[in-house]
Each structure stands twice: as C-alpha cells, then as structure tokens.
C-alpha cells in the first residue's frame, strides 16, 4: 500500500472517531436557583455559542409542561417546570470537565453539577423516565393546575344557568365537561357544563 494511501485511511479514520456517536452522549443533572431555569438556560446557550462547544453539549433543557387555569371564563395557559431547580444537559463525557464545569458554574444563580467538579451523568433509565414525561405533556396538551374536585362548589357564568351556584357531583377530563347539582325552585337539578362555564368560588 502507497504512503499516500495510508495516509488517506488514517486521516478517514480520525474524522469518524472525532464525531462521537448519540451513544457517548449521556444527560447531567445541573442544580440551579428555582424560578431561574430559563434565564440560566439561556445564558449557558450563550456561553456554548461564545466558547464553540456546540459539538460536545448538544441540548440543554428545562422540562416543562403546559398548564392552565380558568379565570373568568378564560383558559389562562401557561408552562411549568417538571423538575424545579434543575437544567439537564446532555453532553459527551469526556469533554464536560475542567474549564468547561467552571464556566457553567460561574453562571449567576448556578450552584453545581450533581457531582460537583466531577459531573455524575443520570443512569439511563432515569433520563429516559424523564425525557419521557416531557413529551408525554407535549402529546397530552395542556393539563389543568387546578382540576375541578367532586362536591366543590361552582359558579356558572355562562349559558342559560349564569349566576347560579351549585355542587360538582361528576368530572369528566377527557370531556372537559361537569355535572353539576343547582337549586332551581328549591329543587336540586344536575345540569351538564364544560370546564369553561363555571369558576372556582374560593
């Protein structure tokens, strides 16, 4: 074989090892302030961006799932943290040490890695158990952050009943739909509404 040719091979070679496959990649636990999740994600993007380590921290994430409320007749919607306090990041092993950890954690409102200066990645099964919830809530929809309770009491605000008040005596979620008991004449009467007729009395 040619010295030009081996050459060749050897220079294929060290550009298919540099690409370290999905498998070498693992997901980090990063303990940050609460309430401070997206503005810390944003600021660790930056730094990855800044620093050129786009090839070896390939997501970070905050995960979340949509949430909403009724209020006045209203889907108030909004997002919330499934893991409050922490970032995941998922990152090759080798590479996430040294300047790199200092870095993240010189991020205001950082305070470590689970691990510290030397970075335990989560077990496989517990980042996919997580990953998992994330899209779980991303095929789900929104899910309500204060659901209707059997024998709370409601206020209709909507429909032929507005202004009566009465009891929840069934839920349906998959429906979005109530029945509930209102006085009518001294006379209990069940009526069917969706979530978006009524609102909470307290």
Do not use: C
Not at 92 to 117: D, K
């Amino acid at each position: 074989m040619s010295e030009e040719k081996e050459k060749q091979i050897q220079e294929e070679e060290t550009e298919t090892t540099s690409d370290a496959p999905v498998s070498d990649k693992k997901w980090y636990s990063l303990r940050v302030i609460s309430g401070k999740e997206r503005k810390i994600k944003e600021r660790i993007e930056m730094e990855i961006e800044r620093s050129g380590w786009g090839d070896f921290i390939t997501q970070v994430l905050v995960p979340t799932e949509k949430v909403y409320k009724i209020r006045s007749g209203k889907k108030v919607i909004s997002e919330r943290n499934i893991l409050p306090g922490y970032i995941l990041i998922e990152a090759i092993p080798s590479m996430l040490s040294g300047e790199v950890i200092q870095a993240i954690s010189n991020i205001p409102n950082v305070i470590h890695f689970l691990g510290r200066n030397n970075p335990i990645p989560m077990r496989p099964a517990e980042a996919n158990r997580m990953l998992g919830k994330v899209d779980e809530s991303q095929e789900a929809g929104e899910a309500m952050i204060e659901p209707f309770i059997v024998g709370e009491t409601v206020k209709i605000i909507d429909g032929p009943f507005k202004e009566f008040v009465g009891d929840i005596q069934e839920v349906n979620e998959e429906k979005k739909k109530l029945k509930v008991i209102v006085k009518i004449f001294g006379r209990g009467t069940e009526v069917e509404l969706t979530f978006m007729q009524v609102e909470k009395t307290s």
